[in-house]
């Protein structure tokens, strides 16, 4: 049982760290395992796939989120030296743009929306990597705004 959270523990830092964005052999992720905040995140990121392409389709109603922001500064991460620093002042940062991009006018969504992923990229710079190329595709060229 140790030596298999062990495993899990090893493969989700790799999860952090990885260059590539390959997905992981198959056998690494049967094996692998989430921390409550990794679980969280995919939830994130799959979110804001679905708001982005809204966003960018200037939709009428933006898609509800079904994801507990609040809980970026409750859940448990794989290693809590992750939550240090300024964690907790960028989560917040997150999550105000986020409301924003629901909140503010449709001419100001863009930058919202982009802003949020900047507060995702500055918080994975500091201390995970890894995720840190797949999280830039969510930007919205800026030029849409204009059409
Ligand atoms: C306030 C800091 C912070 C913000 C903001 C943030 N993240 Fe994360 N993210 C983390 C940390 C820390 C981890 C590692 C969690 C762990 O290892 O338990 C993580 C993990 C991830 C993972 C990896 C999940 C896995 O284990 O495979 C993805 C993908 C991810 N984040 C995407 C995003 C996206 C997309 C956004 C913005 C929409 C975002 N993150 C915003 C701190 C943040």
């Known amino acids: 049982m140790h030596l298999l959270l062990r495993t899990g523990l090893l493969l989700l830092l790799l999860a952090c760290s990885q260059k590539n964005e390959d997905p992981p052999a198959a056998t690494e992720s049967e094996m692998r395992t989430y921390s409550e905040l990794s679980g969280l995140m995919l939830g994130?990121?799959?979110y804001?796939?679905?708001l982005r392409d809204s966003v960018r389709s200037s939709a009428l109603q933006l898609p509800d989120n079904?994801?507990?922001l609040a809980r970026l500064h409750s859940a448990q991460a794989t290693?809590?030296?992750e939550l240090e620093g300024n964690y907790h002042e960028l989560a917040?940062?997150?999550i105000q743009w986020n409301d924003s991009v629901h909140s503010g006018s449709k001419a100001r969504r863009i930058e919202a929306f982009n802003k949020?992923?900047?507060a995702c990229i500055q918080c994975h710079s500091s201390r995970c990597p890894g995720p840190i190329s797949s999280i830039r595709k969510l930007y919205l060229p800026v030029s849409d705004s204009d059409s």
């Open 44 to 46: 994130v990121q799959a």
């Open 48 to 50: 804001q796939k679905v």
């Open 66 to 68: 079904p994801m507990d």
């Open 79 to 81: 290693d809590s030296r």
């Open 92 to 94: 917040d940062r997150f």
């Open 116 to 118: 949020s992923i900047d």
